[in-house]
């Protein structure tokens, strides 16, 4: 066997013992959640529920396991993270562009290195202040304290700036003589053409979104405002804390949203990841 087979073996073997490593939560998840709860507490590693039940899924959708359905929580979560993705999408496209094409910006090297530093900084670190911010506008337990934290982000900016830096100038130009505004040039010309990097923000700012846990579960108090993170997480603690087989029943339901989205947007995810590889 040659040295270059014999590599090639070796490289699929690692990527199929990682697959592995993510895959087997994903299982373990799906058969805990289609067995009952003196079977999902017994403690051994069978894969195969020895009687598959679907009651964990009927109960969990028809909300009989809580006060509010398991629904109104994924309906939150998908609401919001996709009025905050579509905000996000607009502003960090907006800033991206005039931090990448309007040179005559004012500080726009200043600007950047503020945009840069930002990426540094950790969440946890403005939690508290972001908290306090809320309360005093009395906005705790609203939408908008659900949505506006993520309107802003500096990664979607730095992304969208690298594209916006690497389009070929000799179109801008050709619109600008043909009588197109900076505006015109930015929402017919540019946006256009970052289709494929656009669903690739769009994807990760609606996981980030989808999958947070911390702010959503303290800017709620009460249970019709929860998200499906700080739902299951309320019922982890409470009455449900040993009904594993109902708790991964709902996280299971949950998880399908961003399968779906992360599959419809997979090959713009791959598109954009070519492009930036061969820029």
Known sequence: MSSRKLRTLVLIAIAAAVAVVFVLPLVWMLSTSLKNDFEALSGKMNFIPKKPILDNYIDGITGELMNVPIMRWITNSLSVGAVGTAIVLFIDSLAAYALARLKDLPLRRTLLSMFIASLMIPGVLTFLPMYMEF?????????????LPYTAG??????????????????????????????????????????????????????GIYNDFVWPLYATTSPE?????????????????????KLMAMTTIATIPMLVIFLVGQRSFVKAITQSAVK
Not at 136 to 142: D, Q
Not at 178 to 206: C, E, H, R
Request: no cysteine; aromatic share 16%.
């Open 135 to 147: 309360n005093a506008f009395g906005l705790i337990n609203t939408y908008p304290a659900l949505v």
């Open 225 to 245: 405002m929860r998200t499906i993170t700080g739902g299951i997480a309320m019922m982890a603690q409470g009455s449900y804390v040993q009904a594993y087989g």
């Open 154 to 207: 500096a990664f979607g900016v730095f992304l969208l700036l690298q594209f916006f830096s690497s389009f070929p100038k000799e179109i801008e130009e050709a619109a600008r003589i043909d009588g197109a505004n900076k505006w015109q040039v930015y929402w017919k010309i540019l946006m256009p053409a970052s289709v494929s990097i656009m669903v690739t923000l769009g994807i990760f700012t609606f996981m």
